[in-house]
């Protein structure tokens, strides 16, 4: 690698092993400290462990590999390649991981587009109260209070965390897709199959009673996807 000094090699390696160690996405310059204090020398550039991680990729290409270190919640992750997430995704659902519901969805999208938002505009959009989703979003680190409105009251600000990008597969806020981009996909006949496909495989009846906010407006407590 140009200008990664003696020891490219050892911090290519390092990388790699890093990042798959990490329980969060690491930075390049979290990185190239964490190697500068092990082997006591000065901390290498950032470019340099850019460089490292396109070289890893190009070896996982070259080989076949099924792993990749991307770009992930401003760090670096590693993750599969895409072709491997029908097994991944399988994975998964066998071990019934946690799962949003409908309505921590619901007031999650709201926040990641319009944030920073207040609760009163997060039930506008929604129609419904969203204190318990607010709630629960908070306990799961998946949106922060972000201050206070200047709005009569000065009620509380909220915003999404790294957290949800890491969550979502995003580097950043705006790589999220645009609101025209949602609607192409969502009026798109193929998403339309293949949403009923998943939803019939998971047992899923659409207006059914979780699928339906209280009448009272009262929001009411999802059954557990805790497992």
């Known amino acids: 690698m140009e200008n990664a000094g003696p020891w490219d090699d050892t911090l290519m390696r390092a990388v790699e092993a890093l ?11 979290q990185i190239a400290h964490l190697f500068g204090e092990v082997l006591s020398l000065p901390a290498p550039e950032e470019a340099s462990v ?3 991680v396109d070289l890893l990729n190009k070896y996982y290409l070259r080989d076949g590999r099924t792993l990749r270190i991307q770009r992930w919640a401003g760090g670096l992750r590693m993750a599969t390649a895409p072709e491997m997430a029908p ?6 659902d066998s071990q019934k991981h946690r799962k949003l519901s409908r309505s921590l969805m619901e007031a999650l999208a709201v926040l990641a587009y319009r944030q920073p938002a207040t609760k009163s505009e997060v039930d506008f959009v929604r129609g419904v109260d969203s204190d318990y989703a607010l709630r629960r979003l908070q306990e799961l680190s998946l949106i922060r209070i972000e201050g206070r409105s200047e709005a009569i009251g000065r009620p509380m600000l909220y915003a999404t965390t790294p957290r949800f990008l890491e969550l979502f597969g995003l580097d950043r806020l705006e790589d999220l897709p645009s609101l025209p981009e949602i609607e192409e996909i969502l009026n798109d006949p193929g998403f339309k199959q293949e949403r009923a496909r998943v939803l019939l495989q998971a047992g899923y009846i659409p207006g059914g009673s979780e699928d339906v906010d209280a009448p009272s407006g009262e929001e009411p407590q999802p059954p557990s996807t805790e497992h």
């Open 50 to 52: 850019l460089e490292a």
């Open 87 to 92: 097994f991944v995704h399988a994975l998964f």
């Open 19 to 29: 990042v798959f160690a990490a329980d969060e996405p690491l930075t390049p310059l």
